[in-house]
């Protein structure tokens, strides 16, 4: 049995190898699976400004709103339900809120509400939940989850006048929250909006030239490696060190070749699927146009706090609570997928 | 001849699912000094991390491996890379270590991780204030 002292918490990590040629690959599936995206990284191989076509697409990702101090039973209310969530494509997620310490919202798509409560929370609150999957010993994390959409929580019926009172009375949970939704998707925020005191955010766009990246294999690189790679790359650590020395051990894994120029691209925020779709097949396009060594890879990751992660399922935070993918993408329509999960998730799609 | 030529263009879909394979752990860490005006270089962080892991595990300790990957001497945040099964060890001497040079210090764990990748992405650096 493996001592306590060198036992690390389970992570995964699912590789995917196939072609967008392939009628039946997944990758379209699998990222609009991941409702809640932080940061979208992008690195472009030989390139050393942004085409215009992926600036101008880079502007136009959805932007999101802040709301101050949003009493969660207004997401209940009637003309929200009718004029955004019924609508569906609508994102909601609580903001500095942390989800190993206290309650989480989410607000899904598809008209899910799923709440991650501590157990006073839970107990307080008094509406149906379950306990959180990755409870260990003691049970101190529930999930309740609602589908807004259901004929049960229409505005008058019985479950929804218990779940209203709940979050009234017995527990009036208020929290900053974030929300979005697809532009031409029919819903509006502006009922709820108007009523506190809201914000709105465009995503943070940075770019960065790189000259001489030392650059692994993409194709036979193991996994693990090429992602500590892509992760140097991405936070500007060296990666030029000699055996000697004292510092740091880090190196390109072998063989390698030396890539004159890339550009790196990061968009911070609340983005939404759609918008990272939309990259997808601006940068097929783009990768179309140059050499056929060319590659682009784009890393998406989601929200550390969300409590929901892939498809719906049940997210957590033990040490980390990290849940993004990677797609590397090449000029033959080829590509990688590794998707990467915590100890607090369900395997990736 | 051109069914042969699309069969031999089909493309081959590939899953594996590796778990609990990465052979390291990545650390953000950053260290709190009572002076605040202290200057450490990077060598000093690591050397100090050095005598924290000779002083809770004794030579062994000081021998294990792990990397400075990067180091901001202005904010004292650095990014430590260990092989997975020593990260118990390294975190517990990190905690356990509380002096520097005379001065009360402690280390504070922002992030832990088995992908370096996550510690470029974590979403509660989000500021929106």
């Known amino acids: 049995m493996e001592s306590p002292m060198i036992r690390t918490p389970r992570s995964l990590l699912v590789c995917e190898r196939s072609s967008f040629c392939d009628e039946n690959n997944r990758v379209s599936s699998q990222v609009e699976q991941l409702h809640f995206n932080y940061k979208v990284s992008v690195l472009l191989s030989d390139c050393s400004s942004a085409p215009s076509h992926l600036e101008s697409l880079l502007t136009s990702f959805s932007h999101f709103y802040l709301v101050r101090n949003l009493p969660l039973h207004e997401l209940l209310d009637k003309q929200f339900l009718e004029t955004a969530v019924y609508q569906g494509n609508v994102y909601g997620l609580s903001y500095r809120t942390r989800l190993d310490e206290d309650n989480c919202v989410a607000l899904m798509p598809n008209g899910h509400l799923v709440l991650s409560l501590d157990k006073d929370s839970f107990q307080v609150l008094g509406f149906e939940g379950k306990t959180s999957t990755f409870n260990y010993k003691t049970k101190n994390r529930y999930v309740v989850t609602v589908d807004l959409t259901d004929g049960s929580m229409a505005p008058g019926r019985q479950a929804y006048l218990r779940l209203l009172t709940g979050l009234t009375s017995r527990l009036p949970l208020q929290m900053d929250f974030l929300l979005s939704h697809h532009p031409g998707g029919g819903a509006s925020l502006q009922a709820l909006l108007s009523r506190y005191i809201w914000s709105e955010h465009k995503p943070e766009v940075g770019t960065c030239s790189l000259t001489h990246l030392p650059c692994p294999d993409l194709q036979s690189c193991d996994p693990h490696g090429l992602l500590e790679w892509l992760g140097a790359v991405d936070a500007n650590i060296s990666r030029d060190n000699s055996s000697s020395s004292f510092l740091s051990s880090l190196v390109c894994p072998e063989p390698k070749r030396t890539v004159s120029r890339a550009l790196r691209i990061s968009i911070c925020g609340l983005l939404l699927p759609h918008d990272v779709q939309r990259l997808i097949q601006e940068l097929r396009c783009y990768l179309g146009q140059c050499q056929p060594e060319s590659w682009v890879s784009l890393t998406v990751h989601g929200f550390v706090d969300s409590p929901v992660s892939w498809g719906g399922k049940e997210h957590g935070v033990l040490r980390g609570g990290e849940n993004f993918y990677t797609l590397f993408i090449f000029h033959d329509h080829t590509y990688h997928l590794h998707l990467a999960a915590g100890a607090q998730d369900t395997c990736p799609p | ?129």
């Open chain 2, 1 to 129: 001849m051109r069914r042969d030529e699309e069969k031999g263009e089909a493309a081959v879909f590939q899953r594996v699912v590796l778990k609990n394979a990465s052979p390291y752990h990545y650390m953000k860490v950053c260290l709190v000094l009572e002076d605040e005006s202290t200057k450490l270089s990077a060598v000093e962080l690591k050397q100090f991390i050095i005598t924290g892991l000779k002083t809770l595990y004794g030579e062994v300790g000081a021998a294990l491996n792990f990397d400075l990957l990067k180091y901001d001497e202005d904010t004292f945040t650095a990014v430590l890379r260990v092989y997975s099964k020593w990260l118990v060890k390294l975190w517990s001497s990190l905690t356990l270590n509380g002096f520097y040079q005379n001065q009360a210090c402690a280390f504070r764990v922002l992030q832990v991780s088995p992908f370096l990748l996550a510690l470029s992405g974590n979403s509660r650096e989000l500021q929106l204030d």
